[in-house]
């Protein structure tokens, strides 16, 4: 039992999943936050939808890549390239909890349940093939990524109240969940391109194509420090559009000039070092802005 949930941990890639979780549920309590009241009941449901979607979605994503996972160290010791779960029990799992997960967000909204199974298609069926042939997975693979906010956000409404904010105040079903989404979109570009930097070598046994030359070049390095100056006014969104405070603003741009700071040393060195400080940096900061917008927040 127990290496069977060793297993599965690995199979739904559960700090990936924690991470994508938290993400939504830190959007949820926003959406309700702007509502003035939080019904706790349906912030359990969404997480354990997210969790059960996300999950769908990373084992699909690792079904497909089984054979490429055998050729990475940091990959080979998951259940399917491992040899002790074979890709028809992963299947049957990614089903159940694919399935489970849209029709418990369903419950919450059709918005949030249609968004999750446009999630999975994106990310298992798009972005996973991509990653072999082009550097614009990245870009394809960002747009799944930054979904977990905006499904989050709008799990909080009801339909009624959907339709309610369409006529009366259409800024908080557009703008705060739009903001939501660009800011994690964005942050995705440094993020996955430190990885991508500092885990090249491992990459390349699997063809896997994410820096934008496909190689740990100027270039290459010119666009990580490019998308983590990007960071500086996609952080005073919030703040411009009015339900951000100056708290989540100060600690977001003061955050955004760190991560420009360390890719402008990838820039000028190129160097690991570099690259683990743009990654770790990313590491902290979604969830760190996340949770202080959540605090900082001001009802529009």
């Given at each position: 039992m127990m290496l069977f949930i060793a297993d599965f941990k690995k199979l739904v890639k559960i700090r990936l999943t924690?991470?994508?979780?938290?993400?939504?549920?830190?959007?949820?309590?926003?959406?309700?936050?702007?509502?003035?009241d939080i019904n706790w009941l349906h912030w359990v449901?969404?997480?354990?939808?997210?969790?059960?979607?996300?999950?769908?979605?990373?084992?699909?994503?690792?079904?497909?890549?089984?054979?490429?996972?055998?050729?990475?160290k940091r990959t080979a010791d998951r259940p399917i390239p491992a040899g002790r779960m074979t890709t028809g029990q992963a299947l049957v799992l990614s089903l159940l909890m694919g399935i489970a997960g849209t029709y418990t967000l369903v419950t919450l909204n059709f918005i949030a349940g249609l968004l999750?199974?446009?999630?999975?298609?994106l990310y298992a069926f798009i972005y996973t093939p991509l990653k072999?042939?082009?550097?614009?997975a990245v870009f394809v693979g960002?747009?799944?990524?930054?979904?977990?906010p905006l499904i989050g956000y709008y799990a909080a409404f009801s339909q009624n109240d959907l339709a309610l904010y369409s006529q009366q105040n259409a800024a908080v079903i557009v703008?705060?969940?739009?903001?939501?989404?660009?800011?994690?979109?964005?942050?995705?570009?440094?993020?996955?391109?430190?990885?991508?930097?500092?885990?090249d070598e491992d990459y390349k046994r699997a063809g896997?194509?994410?820096?934008?030359?496909?190689?740990?070049?100027?270039v290459s390095a010119f666009m990580v420090f490019l998308s983590t100056l990007l960071m500086i006014p996609v952080s005073l969104l919030p703040y411009y559009f009015g339900f951000g405070?100056?708290?989540?603003?100060?600690?977001?741009?003061?955050?955004?000039?760190?991560?420009?700071?360390?890719?402008?040393?990838?820039?000028?060195k190129c160097d690991l070092a570099a690259a683990r400080k743009v990654m770790f940096t990313s590491f902290f900061y979604l969830p760190l802005i996340q949770l202080i917008l959540l605090f900082d927040f001001n009802a529009l």
């Open positions: 924690m991470t994508v979780v938290f993400s939504a549920s830190i959007a949820f309590l926003i959406g309700a936050k702007q509502q003035g449901i969404l997480t354990v939808g997210g969790f059960l979607v996300t999950g769908s979605a990373n084992g699909f994503n690792e079904i497909i890549e089984r054979d490429l996972d055998k050729l990475m999750s199974v446009f999630s999975i298609l072999r042939k082009s550097p614009i960002a747009f799944p990524g930054a979904l977990p703008i705060i969940p739009l903001v939501l989404f660009i800011i994690q979109f964005v942050w995705q570009f440094p993020h996955f391109w430190g990885i991508a930097w500092v885990l896997f194509r994410l820096l934008p030359t496909m190689k740990r070049d100027k405070g100056i708290v989540v603003s100060l600690v977001s741009v003061a955050g955004a000039l760190l991560f420009s700071w360390y890719g402008l040393k990838l820039f000028l």
